[in-house]
């Protein structure tokens, strides 16, 4: 038997689900099922994982969306990135749920009693610096039955309540592909290219660039954000010197915009080994 919905004491809720000017590429299949399971009765956190730049911030935002409606816009993003001390979780969480602080009362205590009738999916961003606080988190679920929990990091949180989900890297191009029209569905090529031409308007995919463009995106590995930090290049360089200079430099994936948090603004690449 499913349990039943609450509605918020407060009336309708209004989400903080930050805007993204840009669209998602190329993670439809990982929206569905990140969706799903967060809709399971058997899932209360879920935990999406992966390496630094494989999009689990921005996958998470898209999930939340999607969920809008069958959260009744009770859906809240809580930005753990300015934050290092674990013991200070608690009260960011809070303070971002607006939950009256009262002086004889701890921001764990409140943020439960603020939770237990609610029925609310809140999204944990960037919590591999605040693992220390994850009996936290498994303190607000249990006392709070109707709460749901994403949460993104780079390490999974080791909680029983936890179903992890390893957010893979785009789909890349297959080896030997040289015809544009093919590549163009490609999700890392498709990539590559919008953000490309937000770089250079007269930017196209075409016989003569198709094979860097992929090449690009397999020594890449797939990473969104180190495609997205080459791609802005092509105002300046060819794509084939944008894959040369991948080859032998380490400094190329920076200079994203500036408006992007530090980390997303450049990358260092590892050399294969």
């Known amino acids: 038997m499913s349990r039943p919905e609450h509605r918020p004491r407060d009336g309708r809720c209004a989400h ?27 899932v209360r956190l879920l935990t999406l994982t ?11 935002i898209e999930v939340a969306r999607d969920l809008l409606r069958e959260f009744e816009r009770c859906v809240y993003f809580v930005d753990l990135a300015p934050i290092r001390d674990p013991s200070l979780v608690a009260r960011t969480i809070a303070q971002t749920l607006r939950v009256h602080e009262r002086p004889t009362q701890s921001p764990l205590d409140g943020l439960k009693k603020h939770l237990r009738a609610r029925r609310i999916l809140m999204v944990l961003d960037n919590f591999e610096q605040v693992v220390p606080a994850a009996p936290m988190v498994a303190e607000v679920l249990a006392a ?17 309540w936890e179903q992890q989900y390893p957010v893979p890297p785009l789909v890349m191009p297959v080896a030997g592909l040289s015809d544009p029209q093919a590549l163009a569905s490609n999700p890392a090529v498709a990539l590559f290219v919008a953000r490309a031409q937000a ?10 660039n198709a094979i860097a463009v992929a090449a690009i995106c397999a020594s890449l590995d797939g990473l969104p954000l180190a495609i997205e930090l080459a791609a802005a290049h092509v105002s300046s360089l060819t794509p084939q010197a944008i894959l040369h200079q991948l080859h032998s430099r380490l400094d190329l994936l920076s200079g994203g915009a500036r408006d992007l948090p530090a980390r997303h603004q450049s990358r260092r690449r590892q050399r294969r080994r």
């Open 144 to 160: 709070c039955p109707d709460l749901k929990v994403m949460i993104t990091s780079r390490t999974r949180l080791r909680l029983q």
């Open 16 to 42: 903080n689900l930050p805007e993204q000017p840009t669209p998602l590429i190329g993670r439809q299949q990982e929206r569905v099922a990140a969706a799903q399971l967060l809709l399971s009765p058997d």
């Open 50 to 60: 992966g390496p630094p730049g494989v999009g689990k911030t921005r996958l998470a």
């Open 199 to 208: 770089a250079q308007p007269g930017f196209a995919l075409n016989a003569g």
